[in-house]
T-cell receptor, first 112, second 117 residues
Framework: DAKTTQPNSMESNEEEPVHLPCNHS???????IHWYRQLPSQGPEYVIH???SNVNNRMASLAIAEDRKSSTLILHRATLRDAAVYYC?????????????FGKGTKLTVNP | GAVVSQHPSWVICKSGTSVKIECRSL??????MFWYRQFPKQSLMLMAT?????????EQGVEKDKFLINHASLTLSTLTVTSAHPEDSSFYIC?????????????FGPGTRLTVL
């Protein structure tokens, strides 16, 4: 499985934008980039995913580098509820055997 | 977003007993579900892939006879921890894969906290 590298932790202030980086230099052409977040004692929550183009949804934006070796999750206005561990994960769809392998993620702290 | 439920949300049992955890996709059909385990302050570890109507695929190091998985319908997968011991105490999380659109997306349940005394 292709690996991702994320900072262990990041801090942000409430109502400011947050850019969470992820490096995935060994990504292959068929790997999707997924972002999930997890609050303590809860299951991970889907945030966003993409393949090549930048993606936007109501939660966040995903900016994917042109060479696809890195990506950035953008929270446009951080709130206290955004404090969580954010996971950047690559998945490869190979005949239905796709699976997600979680790394350590980035723990985001949002200051009031 | 899609909804996945788990039952029970927590369970306490005596050593040697078996515990069944249910995972349901509430608003979509899932031919594939996954079971994860998470120990305190660690990341999620994939245990097995559950395919509707066929045998589960276990990750290396996961005992298939201890963690029995049944995926009898497109909306329900169950994980049974047989002869549970204190070292099996953990947070068990399932996910269901929804196909279609841009790639496939996994949606996770809220987790089940298992404590074995």
């Amino acid at each position: 499985d292709a690996k991702t590298t994320q900072p262990n932790s990041m801090e942000s202030n409430e109502e400011e934008p947050v850019h969470l980086p992820c490096n995935h230099s060994t990504i292959s052409g068929t790997d999707y980039i997924h972002w999930y977040r997890q609050l303590p004692s809860q299951g991970p929550e889907y945030v966003i995913h993409g393949l090549t183009s930048n993606v936007n949804n109501r939660m966040a934006s995903l900016a994917i580098a042109e060479d696809r070796k890195s990506s950035t999750l953008i929270l446009h206005r951080a709130t206290l509820r955004d404090a969580a561990v954010y996971y950047c994960i690559l998945s490869r769809n190979q005949g239905g055997s796709e699976k997600l392998v979680f790394g350590k993620g980035t723990k985001l702290t949002v200051n009031p | 977003g899609a909804v996945v439920s788990q039952h029970p949300s927590w369970v306490i049992c005596k050593s040697g007993t078996s515990v069944k955890i249910e995972c349901r996709s509430l608003d979509f059909q899932a031919t594939t579900m996954f079971w994860y385990r998470q120990f305190p302050k660690q990341s999620l570890m994939l245990m097995a892939t559950s395919n509707e109507g066929s045998k589960a695929t276990y990750e290396q190091g996961v005992e298939k006879d201890k963690f029995l998985i049944n995926h009898a319908s497109l909306t329900l997968s169950t994980l049974t921890v047989t002869s549970a011991h204190p070292e099996d105490s953990s947070f068990y999380i399932c996910s269901a894969r929804r196909t279609g659109g841009l790639g496939n997306t996994q949606y996770f349940g809220p987790g089940t906290r298992l404590t074995v005394l």
